[in-house]
């Protein structure tokens, strides 16, 4: 029996932006399928030509409250290389600090209230709250601590204040930091709990592919913030900067969206990569939350960035009290922001939550922004996500429609996209249907 | 008693200092030029609850008052003298429970200027000198030694039970009346505000419509004054984010406002009687240097020079009543050197007081 | 209130029954022990706290215990008069006061007594007038003249058209003009063609209560003056900004001196004259 | 109290605004316990029914003629609309394209233009009638819940009415304006704080940066004083003004206070 089916899953919920998803299946064969964004182009390459130096990591960051210290972060540290400013070893491990909060925050939001209720049968976190209240209680106790670091830290939960061009304008007390560095410990263990029960569930979906990932790599630890090097799983590390040459931008016929490719080919990036390619520096705590998710190395299952999340929850943690405790025992060293600046070009590449983001910069002599760059997890991910419905929709086609849409929406969730932040840099084309 | 008591200092904060919650008297600034801000926001809070009720309800009671005893060490002469308006203005007619409840509740420990601060104008407001308003005045002498002064019963049991005092020597009063007496001559002996009340009175459009082309109507300046208590009253739903349990709970509370605002002279309806910055300006010297005169005896103005810190824009206090009253007003900046110069040798006297 | 512990808190008073005045303005009447226990006079002001909104000066718009403790409220779409319009019979409100100086009632005995009310300035001289009223044989000749926007607006209809009823009072109207579908027979004109052609053989034996839009002051004075009025007879009402009614927020100071909440809000157009921005 | 039905909305923005509201943490269920969210995207799965509503929230500007058709249908169903935070209340940062060289901005952006399509980023106002705005950019948690709690209490929210610098001087926070040494290279030597709705409670510059305007204009703004001043300070009043619109550049009221200004 053949049937012809189109799958729009138009408004793809719980993903933080608007997206679709169209499929077509024509006897049980993919004919098509489409990633694309429904929201609005913003241009912010276009809107930062011409702002000061000082004015463009507020403005950029606002390209995702979700990705927001991602975006703050990654900018500052490209402009300091642009315009020649080194800042402390401080400022560096207070922005590490940053983006595990960041981490913390996004992925237990993504895994408690987007990822989890798919396994569990539930239609959102609201529906899961009435049977699974202890879930629901570990997902607000991780993410009220991960905006608390982040306010703590950055000022703010959303858009972050302090992190500037050459520091921080301000630092946490003693007292703050005190205060999250005692709730930790309790969400290691939470998350210790959370992925043996991910890990027991039985019937988890799979899909069939090999195809490649990206992420920074240092070799010296398990990089979430600026590092020199990318690193392919097939190919090898090649230079951060050099970042146009490897990750081509390509157009392809049936789509008017600029996609990334690693030769020719899709490749994605988020938690699942970067396990895949610096799990050898993790701390022992992740080490030890990595035994108990059961994962095997390498591992190609887009559905399992999920559980790696969950292993980044815990290494993340551990991080954080790593830095908090040096931070409470030393304090803070008062800032030098005395520079002098000069024209020219940087390029930075940090972890997003959801995986590589780079940002690029040219300054003008007046120290204007001439050229900007930026490209997000999202857009890197975006052909694979249409590769992986090529490799999955053929091991599902004989399904029935509602059970196909489930899986999709699982696949694509499971990626954890950001839509608002690739909303700037895809094409849109919408087709309503 | 003092060891028990929270103490309240000036500590450096920036290029300033600020009055904060001190643990040791290691972090006291004692040589400091004056506070940013007044001591003020020790007794009109910035923002102070003043009933709680519910929505629906009513049943309105006060707001617990905050009546810890503390000490604020640092207070400045003009500080002080700006009490004495604060009093009555918060006991005439009617009692502030609120303000009368700090007041009681915080043992003041002045310290006498002897030398001239930054944008300070003491000498023509003749408020260097205060003769109350505060429970002990130190004066710093050579030799790390302070005088002592007692200005209420409770200085007096202060200084008796905490300090190792020795007679005064005549000599010791030499210099203090000597900076005493150079501020009078040089600033306030041909020099003086008196019949500002009346000179007000008197139309000055053109320098308030100068003054309002320049000013930003921020509130810097009203906010540091340590004379200005004008405050707002609003209702709120009590409701935080953190807790969104019983969305009934309701506060009547009062801010800070200032005159410079135009929601302060705005009536339901939406008219608006100071339109202009110009007019918001006319109506807060009127008030310094004729309603309050009138109706409690004392300028409303310290010449503490804060507010010529604060503006942004540069508006100067000194000007405008130089301007007003033909009087020349010496704008004094403090050299390095000028400033008082034994911090660190000098908290051995305060250690023995157990701040 | 002197002695009053704290002069912030205000006391529950229960509505206990609403009037519509007119589409935009409702009546309200209170009651709780401490209204019965209440001492006000004419012309002194009230503080109505809407708990979680709130607060809003109101005059008294009755005289003391005459038909109980009465508040009429216009709704300008403000926090607080948009939510008291939403109230129903039953509901709590906070109330402080009274508050300010009252018309000197007493120095006005043996007196000829001149009401002008304009638009909602009736309200608080309808407290004036029912204390003449109460004690009619301490005073002289007894006049009222109202005018408001437009027929519909008028308040308390039935009350004055007893007023008309009576000998020893004269009423006169006037509207500002006639909307469409309105019926009015009366004048028509600013409530000055009323006071232009008001007749007095001494004026000195009169004195007048006027209550309105502080513009209104400036015509009315001058029409008042023109019939041989001194400015020291006409007693107005100002309105300011009040937050805390006891002269300690200075939200309500004019010229910087004068506190309308305790120097006033009565008093005479001479004195408002000499106020700079007095009648802004 | 019944429930009202509350529907949230997204148009293009970077959903911080919604995100703030998920960052109740917990207090979310609390405040499921008040209202009835028959529509969030974000945080729901279809079926939701976007019909029928008491309120309706809308984040995000207006950037293309889909939006604007979304736009009238809300307000068509909704009793109030309430736009959260500076994208749906008066453009957003993505609204300073308004106000630059549109090609050369959408260029700097795309290489190939020829599937975008964008109309010039409008708040929500400037399309429908909006009952009432929260600012910021984004929102506080805080203004939110007082809001809704305000309005399932038939009460108006507090306005503040007075600037940034009313809560900024409460607390021991340096003037940005009062330093005359040198602007360290972080941060720009304008603080909009004397012209910018205060609510906030002096976020910025209680973290040592100076207020940028995200929520707003004042009801009483001084713009001309506080342009004068910055010019003092070696700035050009067209970089003021850009500053100064950085959120607001979508909305045609504040395009007119800045008309009135000159």
């Known amino acids: 029996m053949s049937e012809d089916k189109r799958i729009n899953l138009e408004y793809i919920a719980r993903v933080e932006g608007y997206g679709q998803l169209v499929v077509d299946i024509e006897n049980q064969q993919l004919k098509e399928a489409q990633f694309r964004v ?8 276009g809107i930062v030509s011409g702002k000061k130096h000082h004015e463009v990591p507020i403005i950029i960051s606002r390209i995702c409250a979700i990705c927001s210290v991602s975006h703050s972060v990654v900018s500052t540290r490209a402009i300091e290389r642009a315009i020649g400013v080194e800042p402390s070893e401080q400022t560096h491990a207070l922005r590490k600090l940053l983006i595990y909060s960041e981490t913390i925050q996004s992925h237990v939001l993504h895994e408690y209230f987007l990822a989890l209720p798919d396994y569990l049968g539930k239609t959102s976190a609201i529906d899961l709250a009435s049977t699974h209240p202890e879930l629901v209680a570990k997902a607000f106790y991780g993410k009220k601590l991960g905006n608390d670091m982040q306010r703590i830290i950055g000022g703010r939960a959303i858009h972050p204040i302090r992190n500037v061009i050459g520091g921080f304008s301000k630092f946490a007390t003693t007292e703050e930091l005190t205060n999250l560095r005692d709730r930790l410990p309790q969400l290691i263990d939470e998350t210790m709990e959370t992925i043996k029960i991910l890990a027991s569930l039985p019937d988890q979906p799979t899909i069939g592919s090999r195809r490649d990932f990206v992420a920074i790599h240092d070799p010296s630890e398990y990089a979430y913030y600026d590092t020199d090097q990318l690193i392919s799983g097939h190919s090898g590390p090649f230079p951060a900067a050099d970042y146009q040459e490897h990750l081509l931008e390509e157009i392809r016929p049936y789509s008017h969206t600029k996609f990334s490719t690693l030769k020719g080919e899709s490749f994605m990036v988020g938690a699942l990569p970067r396990l895949n390619l610096n799990h050898a520096n993790l701390t022992e705590t992740g080490k030890e939350a990595f035994e108990y998710s059961r994962l095997i190395l390498p591992d190609y299952d887009t559905f399992h960035n999920n559980m790696a999340q969950l292993i980044e929850t815990v290494d993340c943690a551990q991080l954080s009290i790593n830095l908090l405790d040096r931070f409470i025992a030393d304090g803070f060293e008062k800032e030098n922001f005395e520079y002098d600046l000069h024209p020219g070009n940087g390029t930075a590449a940090t972890e997003a939550p959801r995986g590589l983001l780079i940002h690029q910069y040219t300054f003008d002599e007046d120290l204007r922004c001439s050229y900007s760059d930026v490209i997000t997890p999202t857009a890197f991910n975006q052909l694979k996500m249409e590769t992986d419905c090529e490799d999955l929709v053929p091991r599902i086609a004989t399904k029935p429609k509602e059970e196909i849409e489930l899986l999709l929406n699982m696949l694509v969730r499971a990626y954890d996209p950001c839509i608002s932040c690739s909303a700037h840099s895809m094409k849109v084309d919408v087709k309503f249907v | 008693m003092a060891t028990y008591h929270p103490l309240i200092a000036p500590v450096p904060n920036g290029e300033d200092f600020v009055f904060a919650e001190v643990k040791s008297s290691k972090e006291i600034a004692f040589s400091f030029d004056k506070t940013k801000k007044s001591l003020k926001e020790f007794l009109l809070k910035p923002e102070e609850v003043l009933m709680t ?13 905050d009546d810890t005893m503390k000490i604020l060490f640092g207070a400045r002469p003009c500080d002080i003298t700006a009490l004495e308006l604060f009093d009555q203005v918060f006991s005439i007619d009617y009692d502030d429970p609120y303000y009368l409840s700090h007041r009681k509740n915080t043992i003041i420990l002045g310290l006498n200027c002897l030398n001239l601060c930054k944008n300070g104008f003491c000498g023509i407001t003749e408020s260097f000198a205060p003769k109350k308003g505060y429970d002990i005045m130190f004066t710093e002498l050579p030799g790390e030694k302070f005088l002592v002064e007692s200005g209420s019963l409770t200085g007096e049991k202060l200084i008796h039970k905490s300090m190792n005092v020795e007679g005064v020597k005549e000599e010791d009063r030499i210099p203090i009346i000597q ?41 810097l300046c009203t906010s540091v004054c340590p004379t200005c208590w004008c405050f707002t009253v609003h209702e709120r739903i009590a409701v935080s984010a953190d807790d969104l349990s019983d969305v009934t709970k309701t506060e009547k509370y009062r801010h800070w406002t200032s005159c410079l605002f135009k929601d302060y002279h705005t009536v339901s309806g939406g008219h608006v009687f100071n339109p202009t910055t110009a007019s918001r300006l006319e109506f807060y010297y009127k008030h310094k240097f004729k309603g309050i005169p009138e109706k409690f005896g004392v300028l409303g103005c310290v010449g503490c020079g804060r507010c010529v810190s604060a503006c942004p824009v540069g508006i100067d206090i000194r000007e405008s009543l130089e301007r007003l009253t033909n009087v020349e007003i010496d704008i004094y900046e403090p050299s390095e050197s000028s400033e008082s110069s034994e911090s660190s040798e000098s908290s051995d006297v305060i250690t023995e007081l157990r701040l | 209130m002197k ?26 009447r209170f009651d709780s022990p401490e209204i019965r226990e209440l001492n006000y006079e004419p012309g002194q002001f009230f503080e109505i706290t809407i708990y979680g909104v709130g607060q809003s000066v109101i ?10 403790f009465e508040l009429a409220v216009l709704n300008t779409g403000g926090l607080v008069s948009s939510k008291l319009h939403q109230l129903e019979v039953g509901n709590v409100v906070g109330i402080r006061g009274p508050f300010g100086k009252p018309f000197p009632m007493d120095e006005f005995k043996g007196k000829n007594m001149l009401f002008i009310c304009a638009g909602i300035g009736f309200w608080p001289v309808r407290s004036a007038i029912k204390h003449v009223l109460a004690n009619r044989s301490d005073f002289g000749k007894m006049n009222v003249i109202l005018g408001v926007r437009e027929p519909s607006l008028f308040c308390y209809v039935n009350e004055v058209e007893e007023w008309i009823a009576r000998d020893d009072i004269t009423v006169q109207q006037t509207v500002d ?36 839009p502080p513009v209104a002051f400036k015509f009315i004075g001058m029409s008042l003056n023109n019939r041989g009025f001194t400015d020291d007879q006409i007693y107005v009402s100002l309105e300011r900004k009040m937050k805390c009614g006891i002269g300690k927020c200075n939200n309500c100071l004019i010229d910087g001196r004068v506190y309308v909440c305790q120097n006033g809000a009565v008093f005479t157009l001479a004195e408002v004259k000499a106020l700079p921005g007095g009648l802004d | 109290m019944t429930k009202p039905k509350v529907g949230i909305f997204g148009l293009t923005g970077c959903a911080g605004c919604q995100l703030e509201i998920l960052n109740l943490e917990e207090q979310v269920l609390n405040l499921l316990a008040l209202i009835d969210v028959s529509y969030w995207r974000m ?34 169903n909704a009793n109030l609309v309430i736009t959260i935070g500076s994208c749906a209340g008066s453009g957003g940062v993505q609204g300073m394209r308004n106000i630059m060289d549109n090609d050369k901005v959408k260029a700097a952006a795309y290489k190939d233009l020829s599937g975008v399509r964008s109309v010039p980023v409008k708040g929500v106002d400037e399309v429908i009638k909006v009952d009432y705005k929260i600012r910021g950019c984004p929102i506080n948690r805080d203004d939110f819940v007082s809001i809704v709690t305000s309005l399932l209490l038939g009460r108006q929210p507090h306005v503040w009415n007075s600037p940034v610098c009313n809560e900024c001087s409460m607390q021991n926070n340096d003037c940005f304006f009062e330093r005359t040494t040198e602007t360290p290279i972080y941060r720009s030597n304008i603080c909009l704080g ?46 003021i003004l850009m500053l100064a619109k950085r959120y607001s550049a979508g909305s045609s009221a504040v395009k007119k206070s800045f008309e009135e200004m000159r």
Request: hydrophobic residues 30%; contains cysteine; glycine residues 8%.
């Open chain 1, 38 to 45: 429904l929201e609005g182009a913003r241009f912010f390459e």
């Open chain 3, 3 to 28: 002695n009053k512990e704290n002069p912030y808190i205000p006391f529950d008073a229960t509505i206990t029954s609403i009037k519509e005045l007119n589409r935009f303005s409702k009546s309200y």
């Open chain 4, 194 to 239: 004397p012209i910018t709705e205060a609510g906030c409670g002096a976020r910025c510059p209680s973290n040592g940066m100076p207020c940028d305007g995200c929520r707003g204009l004042t009801s009483d703004p001084h713009i001309s004083q506080l342009v004068t001043e910055a010019r003092k300070r070696g700035e050009t009043t067209e970089k």
């Open chain 3, 177 to 212: 003009g006639i909307p469409e579908g309105e019926q009015w027979n009366g004048e028509v004109g600013l409530i000055t063609v009323l006071t232009d052609k008001f007749e007095i053989d001494n004026p000195e034996d009169w004195v007048v209560l006027c209550v309105g």
């Open chain 2, 53 to 65: 009720a519910s929505f629906t309800e009513g049943k309105a009671k006060p707001a617990p008052i």
């Open chain 2, 179 to 219: 900076t005493f007496k150079s501020m009078n001559d040089n600033l306030s002996n041909e020099k003086s505000l008196a019949g500002i009340s009346s000179i007000m009175a008197l139309d000055h459009q053109a320098l308030w419509d100068e003054y309002g082309e320049k000013c930003l109507a921020c509130n």
């Open chain 3, 59 to 68: 005059g008294a718009t009755d005289s003391m215990f005459d038909e109980g």
């Open chain 4, 43 to 76: 945080a729901q799965e279809l079926p939701a029914d976007p019909t029928n509503l008491d309120i309706a929230f809308i984040e995000g500007s207006i950037t293309n003629e889909e939006e604007i058709h979304e736009v009238k249908e809300i307000r068509e």
